[in-house]
């Protein structure tokens, strides 16, 4: 190798290095936790967006092709089905207001504050997904225009949904449970074993909840809800299933695969928690 | 003109791969669009254009994912140097130097991603368990796809690009 080679090859290995040391620095001033964006990362959000909700929009309709062609006698047995269930819903329901209506008098009975006020909602469509394989968050089309701010929590009519990352003016970005890196304070509704829900890292959709002692009951169907420790999501809603049990590596603490009761793939629209008195509900 | 197609396609390709492509997985891998266009930038223009072409295309999907900004231009500019140095090496118009190329660009993109990640929020624990199946599945599931776009790519960025064949004094 020639002096002149070794020397441009020095040249090139120097910017190398000091683009990697720039590149790790702005990445760690980048990082997940936080919650202001540039204007740069805001425009290119907020110029995206409407393209990408046209093409959500032309996806999902084009997804209910197939629905206008299923057979009467299917929509019939299905209506039918819906029916008992609405019937059976409304009965619960009538059975809950009267609980809650108790739960409300004892607590002013006993003078407990909290979890009268009723929660306040911003409803919002899901314009798109994160494209890596890595993050699990997804843009919403409401942002600081809507009151909608850093660290709010998100739910869908299924469950727990994640939690608002950052806001542009007309959209934010919700970090989901699946993301790694945004853990979940939760319990079992039944025995009420507290634990951490995190998404894994295989990506199969499946959460997991870890920090569960050994020798407690977990078992197989039981619900995760919430804790409301942390003080980052609501206590109360819920998360998912608990799907397998197995032991963790140490042997002293349990862990359990949780099914999501969001489907992630099929959101479509979402409710952003604006009121921050919504704790205890 | 194909420099604005070019750019036409970075567009289409970060909307499609955050909308319809998202839910499309494949034993948890999404497409890479942006990731196949690199390597084949790579592969047919050289180390240079390349390295420059997966550096901007990354700052794009940086910019809009607002995490870890840089990670994904500096690994996406890794895989166009691979399919640059594969370009020195085999005929870029074999298939199977296409599909190589953008398996090893996507295995190399995706762990030195992890890796930048993994050090700059100071071991946050990326790597979890299934995590190396998971960028098996993406070289997989982009290398099939690279085949498929492979005559829209060589048309891109094949032609009149023949004068870079010659061997890179640098390396």
């Known amino acids: 190798m020639t002096r002149v080679r070794r020397f ?40 995206l967006a409407p393209l990408q909700s046209g093409v959500q929009v032309i996806s999902r309709g084009m997804a209910g092709i197939d629905d206008f062609f299923a057979s009467r006698s299917k929509l019939k047995h299905e209506n039918e089905e819906l029916k ?9 329901l009538g059975e809950l207001k009267e609980y ?3 739960v409300y008098r004892l607590r002013n009975l006993l003078g407990i504050a909290g979890g009268e006020g009723q929660a306040q909602y911003v409803a919002a469509p899901v314009l798109a997904c994160s494209p890596s394989n890595w993050y699990e968050s997804i843009i919403i089309g409401a942002g600081r225009d809507k009151g909608i701010g850093p660290g709010m929590a998100v739910v869908s009519e299924w469950g727990l949904v994640g939690r608002v990352r950052n806001v542009s003016q007309h959209t934010s970005e919700v970090i989901t449970i699946l993301d790694s890196q945004a853990p979940v304070a939760a319990m079992l509704q039944e025995n009420r074993v507290a634990g951490v829900v995190q998404g894994t890292a295989d990506k199969s959709g499946m959460l997991e909840m870890v920090y569960l002692p050994y020798g407690l009951k977990v078992l197989e169907g039981q619900t995760v809800y919430t804790s409301g420790l942390g003080s980052i999501y609501p206590k109360g809603l819920r ?14 603490m349990q862990k359990a695969y949780v099914k999501p009761f969001v489907d992630f793939s099929r959101l479509e629209e979402v409710l952003v928690i604006t009121s921050p008195g919504v704790a205890n509900r | 003109m194909k420099e604005i197609f070019s750019a036409c396609f970075l567009l289409l390709a970060l909307v499609l791969q955050s909308t319809i492509l998202a839910n499309l997985r494949v034993g948890g891998a999404k497409l890479d669009l942006i990731l ?58 074999f298939w199977l130097v296409c599909l190589a190329v953008i398996f090893i660009g996507t295995i ?10 993994e050090i700059a929020s100071g071991g946050n624990d990326f790597f979890g368990e299934g995590w190396f199946l998971v960028v098996l599945a993406s070289a997989i599931y982009n290398g099939v796809a690279g085949l498929v776009l492979h005559p829209l790519f060589r048309w891109l960025y094949g032609e ?12």
């Open chain 1, 84 to 92: 008992a269930r609405i019937a059976e819903l409304e009965r619960e």
């Open chain 2, 36 to 93: 196949i266009a690199v390597s084949m930038s790579g592969l047919w223009q050289g180390y240079a254009r390349g390295m420059g072409r997966g550096f901007c295309y990354g700052l794009f999907e940086d910019l809009l994912a607002a995490r870890y900004v840089f990670s994904h231009a500096l690994s996406k500019a890794v895989a166009g140097l691979i399919g640059g140095w594969a370009r020195e090496r085999f005929y870029p118009d």
């Open chain 2, 108 to 117: 190399v993109h995706e762990i030195s991603f992890l890796l930048l990640v």
């Open chain 1, 239 to 252: 998360i998912g299933y608990v799907s397998k049990v197995t032991m963790g590596p140490s042997g002293l």
């Open chain 2, 160 to 171: 009149g690009q023949h004068a870079s064949l010659k061997k890179a004094s640098w390396f």
């Open chain 1, 100 to 102: 809650r209506a108790e």
């Open chain 1, 8 to 47: 441009r090859l020095l040249i090139y290995l120097a910017t190398g290095g000091l683009v990697v040391a720039l590149g790790l620095w702005v990445m760690g001033a980048t990082g997940s936790s936080r919650e202001q964006i540039s204007t740069v990362e805001a425009v290119v959000r907020d110029i």
